[in-house]
């Protein structure tokens, strides 16, 4: 069947347009890797070419350094995996002096760099969000609202729209740049969160978070994390991301980001055509750390292939005729 | 590093459940492989196992590396289906490794069932830099598993220097009935070494690593243990194999210390650690 975005016409790879703009961010390409699945870049860069992505997007930063939880914080799961970190980091003063250098070397290479941003309190991410105010090396804020792993307040911003607003306000009133907001799955109406977001200023929505699950050792009878439950992440969970996408990007008009067990270029383009305008790579990049190029590579194979010419015109263009 | 593709030559089951995995990459091996470093092999294509496992390396030779394994769960019990010529998803070298001791000390290696690998490792090492002063301690469950730990061959078998590799099994079959820990005290109180002079490494089960911990404390020793945690990615990304930092048990130095610094992540900052470095007790290792 042809469709309004192909052609007949032949396209050489290198001819196809990958760029998108996400919400108030220009990038060459869709891919980005996703927060707390690529540290703060220097961990990858010895074994991915990090200048192939799109964007990317840092681990959570809070106002202070976090310890995270005690071991065992993974478990391993049919086609995916559990985790309870506990959002371990090094805290905004560290992150200006430490990390921010090789973001912006990275900028310079044409990466968008996402600072992935966390809190306990309302007053804690707006004072993040403050504290990166004039920091050029960073394009975007990714507010994480639903990290399930934080005991104190963090789930309950995730899990309630008036809650998820206040935060997302405050982020907003606080900051000079975009600001994204990453969506938890654990609700049960993930579309009303988006909308919460996107009345209280989000300029983009980062489609799904992990999904709250639990693994446990029959024989010793204990849970296999230290604090019992965990997120769920991997191929398992793409067929509910991919659903929360579509129904998100239903219901809000500002860009969607898709999450959720993407491990090649087919599983991003799926994520592009249910409607989101860009995508996150994240535990395929524990398993294999050249997801990312693979996947940019696949993606302007298969867009060559159709006579599709300009990746954009894919997004949300799902047919349910 | 290198993420890489590593060529099965050899996989040889060697008995007790113990096998030997010899890979080829040159690519891989082109960084200096240390002992005690190790590799993240995909144990099998497609998403179960989803990811990677970690194997010390035991021995390299010329473009090939040896892994010695033993089928504990769903990833080895597939890797041991392996077939010669496929190929694995690997990426390595990685992590921390032992330091070699000083030309005047006595270097005491202990190792115990899959901790045996990386001692031979450690052992061939002191070999190419000259250093003959070690002695191995080798624990195992019986005289039959302990043939199937290959590699730590006696270099000095049969010569004055002999009788460096000694072993311990749990049910007396070979050597020293009992822990490999105690074989260990067994032999050096037969031979009162200076406790300055000597350097000790350790790698096997968690009891073991506490039990050489204790000691090298006691004794003011030097010592590096390997530790072992669930790991997922093995570069330091997904920071799931973290260990407890000693210091965050100081009240003062935990006072002074970032939070951030209290779990120390095993494959960056590890496997290798000194032994007063890190938690051992307390129930947060499985």
Redesign the interface.
Same mark, same amino acid.
């Given at each position: 069947m042809s469709r309004p975005e192909s052609s007949s016409k032949l396209i050489a790879p290198e001819d196809v347009d990958l760029g998108v703009e996400v919400g108030g961010v220009a990038m060459d390409n869709p891919v980005m890797l996703a927060s707390?699945?690529? *540290?703060y870049g220097p =961990? $990858?860069a010895?074994? $991915?070419d990090l200048g192939v992505l799109g964007g990317f997007v840092t681990k959570g930063i809070a106002t202070?350094?976090? =310890?995270?939880n005690? +071991?065992?914080?993974?478990? =391993?799961t049919?086609? *995916?995996?559990l985790?309870a970190?506990g959002l371990?980091?090094? *805290?905004l003063d560290?992150f200006l002096t430490d990390k921010v250098p090789f973001l912006q070397e990275l900028r310079a290479r044409g990466v968008k760099v996402v600072v992935n941003i966390i809190g306990k309190t309302v007053e804690e991410y707006h004072e993040v969000a403050r504290g990166l105010r004039g920091c050029d090396a960073v394009d975007a804020l990714e507010l994480n609202i639903s990290c399930p792993n934080i005991k104190e307040g963090g789930i309950a911003f995730g899990t309630e729209p008036c809650a998820a607003g206040e935060v997302t306000a405050a982020t907003v009133e606080g900051s000079d740049k975009p600001v994204w907001v990453k969506l938890s799955p654990n609700v049960a109406d993930i579309a009303s969160m988006g909308v919460a977001c996107e009345k209280a200023g989000a300029t983009g929505l980062s489609v799904i978070n992990t999904l709250l699950g639990m693994a446990i050792d029959l024989e010793t009878r204990r849970p296999l994390l230290?604090i019992g439950a965990g997120g769920l992440s991997? +191929?398992a969970i793409k067929p509910v991301a991919l659903r929360m996408v579509w129904q998100v990007s239903q219901a809000c008009s500002i860009p969607v980001i898709g999450i959720g067990g993407i491990?090649n270029a087919k599983d991003a383009l799926e994520f592009m055509v249910c409607g989101a305008s860009a995508i996150q790579i994240g535990?395929a990049?524990?398993?294999?750390?050249?997801t990312a190029l693979e996947v940019v590579e696949g993606m302007r194979q298969w867009c060559a292939e159709r006579g599709v010419s300009r990746i954009v015109d894919l997004v949300g263009t799902l047919d349910r005729s | 590093? #290198?993420?890489s593709l590593s060529r099965v030559v050899e996989n040889r089951d060697l008995g007790s459940g113990i096998y030997l995995l010899r890979l080829r990459d040159p690519a891989l091996l082109e960084e200096r492989v240390e002992p005690g470093t190790f590799v993240m092999l995909?144990t099998a294509p497609g /998403?179960?196992? /989803?990811? #990677?496992r970690p194997f010390s390396v035991q021995r390299v030779q010329g473009d090939v590396y040896d892994v010695l394994y033993r089928v504990v769960g769903e990833g080895t019990e597939l890797m041991s289906k392996v077939q010669v010529g496929q190929e694995m #998803?690997s /990426?390595g070298p990685l992590g921390t490794h032992f330091a070699l001791p000083a030309p005047d000390e006595t270097a005491i290696l202990l190792g115990g069932g899959v901790g045996i690998p990386p001692m031979v490792a450690l052992a061939d090492s002191l070999e190419q830099a000259g250093h003959r002063d070690w002695h191995a301690f080798v624990g195992v469950g019986t005289a039959a598993e302990a043939g199937c730990w290959v590699g730590f061959e006696d270099p000095y078998e049969g010569t004055e220097g002999a009788h460096r590799i000694h072993h311990a099994t749990m049910d007396g079959s070979l050597g020293f009935h009992g822990h490999v820990v105690a074989a260990w005290q067994d032999w050096w109180q037969a031979n009162p070494l200076p406790g300055d002079k000597l350097r000790l490494y350790g790698c096997g089960p968690l009891v073991m690593l506490q039990a050489i911990a204790r000691l090298a404390e006691e004794r003011e020793l030097r010592c590096q243990i390997s530790v072992e945690?669930?790991m997922? @990615?093995g570069?330091? !990304? @997904?920071?799931? @194999?973290? !260990?407890?930092n000693a210091d965050a048990q100081d009240p003062e130095l935990y006072r002074e210390m970032?939070?951030?610094d #209290?779990?120390l992540l095993v494959c960056?900052k590890g496997p290798v650690f000194d032994a007063a470095a890190v938690v051992l007790e307390g129930g947060? /290792?499985?």
């Open positions: 707390g699945t690529a *540290g =961990e $990858l010895d074994v $991915l202070y350094p976090w =310890e995270g005690a +071991p065992p914080r993974i478990a =391993e049919q086609a *995916g995996m985790n970190i371990q980091n090094v *805290g560290s230290s991997g +191929p491990w535990t990049n524990f398993v294999n750390p050249n | 590093m #290198r993420d995909a /998403l179960s196992p /989803l990811v #990677r #998803r /990426l945690t669930v997922g @990615c570069v330091g !990304i @997904c920071m799931g @194999c973290v !260990i407890e970032s939070p951030y #209290r779990w960056r947060s /290792l499985h």
